[in-house]
């Protein structure tokens, strides 16, 4: 089936705008996982979902910065008031619920955010 | 706090050669360890788990708890080898992915 998708895969903004993120999971995945991969910083945890928990925000890093996960599916991160220092490329992952191990991460292409 | 340390962001090879990628973790519980790739174009995604103790494209990595090392490696690098690789390591459960900074590996003809 499809894989994780993300939208839109680039977005151009002016600092302090606000933006939305898209992810669509893998149908069935009931754990969804938010990470920012920027220059010089790696791959940076943002948050998780995992069902109908409640999310692990412990990485989001600065309140500009929320999400949500409708009816257990889609989710958008919003950055609100972006700043320069938000331009990154935007993940999303998804996995099975699985209590025994860690199940596979699948990611999404990512959302490229620049921020003028 | 956990911490993933890849020391190298580029090691360049040649084809035939062994190839070592070096990726030393700090966790106070028992981890659980992770190879990610990500390849020109493509999204990342999981090459191989220590749990597995699989080879994968010929690849292979052993945790090593003594000293805290999760190396990855190939005896004969190829060229389609090229790529990001990402050490990652999470405390277990499906929980969030801690990453190393990634070493880009680049495999000469």
């Known amino acids: 089936g499809a894989g994780v998708s993300q939208s839109p895969s680039n977005k151009v903004t002016e600092k302090g705008k606000d933006v939305e993120l898209r992810c669509d999971p893998i149908?069935?995945?009931?754990?969804l996982y938010w990470y920012r991969q920027s220059l010089g910083q790696g791959l940076e945890f943002l948050i998780y979902f995992q069902g109908n928990s409640a999310p692990d925000k412990s990485g989001l890093p600065s309140d500009r910065f929320s999400a949500e996960r409708t009816g257990g599916s889609v989710s958008t991160l919003t950055i609100q008031r972006t700043q320069q220092e938000d331009s990154a490329v935007y993940l999303c992952?998804?996995?099975?619920?699985?209590?025994?191990?860690?199940?596979?991460?699948?990611f999404g292409p990512g959302t490229r955010l620049t921020v003028l | 706090a956990q911490r993933v340390t890849q020391p190298e962001k580029l090691l360049s090879v040649f084809k035939g050669a062994p190839v070592e990628l070096k990726c030393n973790y700090s966790?106070?519980?028992?981890?659980?360890l992770f190879w990610y790739v990500q390849y020109s174009r493509q999204r990342l995604q999981l090459l191989l788990r220590h749990i597995s103790r699989e080879s994968i494209k010929g690849f292979t990595a052993d945790l090593n708890k003594g000293e805290t090392s999760f190396h990855l490696k190939k005896p004969f690098a190829q060229e389609e080898d090229s790529a990001m690789y990402y050490c990652?390591?999470?405390?277990?459960?499906?929980?969030?992915?801690?990453f190393g900074t990634g070493t880009q590996l680049k495999v000469e003809l």
């Open positions: 966790y106070s519980g028992s981890p659980e």
């Open positions: 990652a390591l999470t405390g277990g459960g499906g929980n969030k992915l801690t």
């Open positions: 992952a998804s996995s099975l619920l699985n209590t025994l191990s860690t199940d596979t991460q699948y």
């Open positions: 149908s069935g995945h009931t754990a």
